[in-house]
C-alpha cells in the first residue's frame, strides 16, 4: 500500500465547496469517483489539507490517499486527471511515507484574494474576483494588514457558527498589491486560519480601503476578539488556497 501526495488545483465556480454534501457536487465527491473508477468500484478515502467553501478557487490544494496499486510516479497525474472534469487539475503526484498526512502535517498556507476596483465591472472576472465600485486606498489598507502580523486570538474575523475553541493564530506575512491598474491581491500566509479568516479579514480591510474605517481601527476589532467588530464577510470566488507548505515530507 502506498501513500500518494497530490496537488491539485480547481475552478470552484460550479463546487458547493470541497466537503461531500449529499445531492451536491462538490470536489472531493469529483476525486472521490475518479480515484473509485481507477481502482475498479473500491472506495478510497481521501483526505485534504483543508476545506473551501462553495466558489472558492484553489491553485495548490493537497491532498493524500492510499493506493495498492503499482502505478508509476509519473502515470498517477494522468490516470487520475483522466477521470476528472475540466475544472479540476492534478498539478503533482508523489509517493511518501505512510506517516504522511495533507492537514496535520501542514506548517503553513497561503491564500490569495483578488479585488478588482472601479466604475467599469469586468464581466469575465465576475467568478474569479471581487468588484468593489470604489478606488482602494492602497497604502491604508496595508498598515490596517500590518497590525495582523504575529501572533493573536482571531476571534474577530472568525464566523461565528464555528465550534473551534483555540482561535490563536500566526499569521507570517499579510501584504496587498496592485498587480493592474484595477487590480489588486491580498496576500496571507499563515500557519493556520480559522472559518472565512481570510474572507472576514478581508470585507474589514476594504472598509479601510474605501474610507469606511481608519486603519487604527484594526487594533480595535483584533483585540476585541468579538465577530460584530469587523467588517462584512468578502464573497467567497475571490478568493483562491494559494499553497499548502511542509517542512518534511
Known sequence: MQRWKVKIAYDG???SGWQVQPEKRT????????????HQGQQVNVTASGRTDAGVHAKGQIIHFDSPLQIPADRWSKALGAHLPDDIQ????VPVSAGFHARFDAAAKEYRY????????????????HHVYKQLDERAMQSALDHLVG???????????TNVVDKVRTLFEVRVERIADDQLVFVFRGNGFLYNMVRIITGTVLAVGTGEKDA??????????DRRFAGKTAPGHGLYLWDVYYKDV
Open 27 to 38: 470536489v472531493q465527491r469529483e476525486i472521490n469517483s475518479a480515484l473509485a473508477r481507477i
Open 90 to 93: 492534478i498539478i503533482e503526484s
Open 13 to 15: 465556480t460550479e463546487f
Open 114 to 129: 483578488f479585488v478588482r476596483c472601479g466604475q467599469e465591472r469586468d464581466v469575465f472576472s465576475r467568478h474569479y474576483a
Open 216 to 225: 487604527g481601527e484594526m487594533v480595535t476589532i483584533r483585540d476585541e476578539r
Open 151 to 161: 501572533t493573536f486570538d482571531f476571534s474577530s474575523f472568525c464566523a461565528s457558527n
